[in-house]
């Protein structure tokens, strides 16, 4: 029982870190059990194998109001953030459908305390079977950080993503969707850093060998990044445009491979969904 026990407590350690020093905050980590599961599942995803069967996701809203009552989004910009989200998943043979808006007036978890309250929001609302999407005005995480850009479990965990609405826009929602088909940040250090020479990608960083290698801090604001160096004077150019990489106004696409290993989570890990 103590190896467990430790394995969790250095997993959660490493997590608290990186989400220090990220400039994002994404409060996605992983854990024990999908660490495990990578290492004794590993899948290689270098060929275009996508299923020509698409897949129909249905997704449930759950919108929480603010102390004034306000919702804080409207209906056309949900409505553009699943179509952009379409879009984006479109060459994966994945899509979704909006099904149900819960407009819920309570307004405790428009504040949502992560991880404090996240087992009380699954016991009042969350419903199995089908995708949870709940929309917050805030993320305030046991750090003292606000305004992270969500949390999502990863295939194995629940079917749930929780998104700061200002995060609905433009890709945000692609990038924890892209977490909950068992993606991981390009930045990963937990299987150990990727080099950039990418000699040992199918082993570390994000476990894919077409997204380069990235640096866990932004190196500079904006779209310009400034070129990194190594440790070892090996300079590498971050991936910026990546949907999972750590530089959120600039992501806009995922590769070959990204999309491969979520049309597979879709058809093995994901599959029980509606």
Same mark, same amino acid.
């Given at each position: 029982?103590?190896?467990?026990?430790?394995? *969790?407590?250095?997993?959660?350690?490493?997590?608290?870190?990186s989400q220090s020093v990220s400039a994002q905050n994404c409060l996605t980590a992983i854990d024990s059990a999908r660490y495990q599961y990578e290492l004794a599942n590993p899948q290689s995803f270098k060929l275009h194998s996508i299923d020509q069967n698409k897949r129909v996701f249905h997704?449930?809203?759950?919108?929480f109001a603010d102390k004034n009552g306000d919702y804080g989004i409207t209906d056309l910009v949900i409505a553009e953030s699943f179509s952009q989200l379409n879009t984006d998943f479109l060459p994966a043979g994945i899509s979704f459908e909006l099904t149900q808006t819960?407009?819920?007036?309570?307004? @405790?978890?428009? @504040?949502?305390?992560f991880p404090d309250e996240l087992r009380e929001l699954k016991v009042l609302y969350y419903k199995a079977g089908i995708i949870n999407l709940f929309l917050v005005d805030e993320i305030t995480s046991s750090?003292? *950080?606000?305004l992270n850009e969500g949390y999502t479990?990863?295939?194995g965990g629940d079917d749930l993503i929780i998104i700061p609405k200002d995060f609905m826009a433009d890709h945000g929602l692609s990038h924890q969707m892209g977490h909950f088909f068992g993606l991981y940040h390009t930045w990963e250090t937990i299987f150990g850093t990727e080099l950039p020479d990418s000699s040992n990608c199918p082993t570390a960083g994000d476990r894919l060998c077409d997204t380069p290698a990235d640096s866990i801090v932004p190196i500079s604001t904006g779209c310009n990044?400034?070129?990194a160096t190594w440790p070892n004077g090996v300079g590498f150019a971050p991936p910026i445009s990546n949907q999972m990489?750590?530089?959120p106004d600039c992501r806009c696409r995922f590769t070959i491979q990204q999309y491969n290993k979520m049309a597979w989570e879709s058809r093995v890990t994901r599959k029980y969904l509606w």
């Open positions: 029982m103590k190896a467990p026990l430790f394995f *969790n407590l250095f997993l959660l350690i490493t997590s608290i870190i997704i449930r809203v759950f919108l819960d407009s819920i007036e309570y307004c @405790q978890y428009s @504040q949502f305390a750090l003292g *950080n606000p479990e990863y295939p990044p400034t070129l990489s750590n530089w």
